[in-house]
């Protein structure tokens, strides 16, 4: 199994507040695709082989080495399921803001305090 380091198509995206709101989940969920990306490159700094596929070691059998190989491959795979649930609720975003009401327009000549939520 050839192991990269992580890809990162969406490196500066970020959960808006109005996402939040909606999914509070993927709040937590991008905190936890930057922590694959630590463990991913620190593992990749400790055993360097692994990026290049190089069998040699991988046919050693160290436990260690094993550990880290599968590691990898499940932080791929956990990326890979991260993306999928944020482009799900991305689109359920973008899809509840479109079929959304506008908000109220304010009368400028309005002075009451009707229009704030507390």
Partial sequence: MTTRPPSRTYADWRPTPPQIELAPEIALLSVLDRVLDVAVYTLLAVHPYLAADDLLYRQLHLPEVQAADHILAHAHRLRAA?????????????SAARDADPPPALDPLDDSDDHFPF
Avoid: D
Wanted: include cysteine; charge should be neutral; proline fraction near 0%.
């Fill in 82 to 94: 991260l993306g999928c649930y944020r482009h799900a609720v991305v689109a359920l975003y973008e």
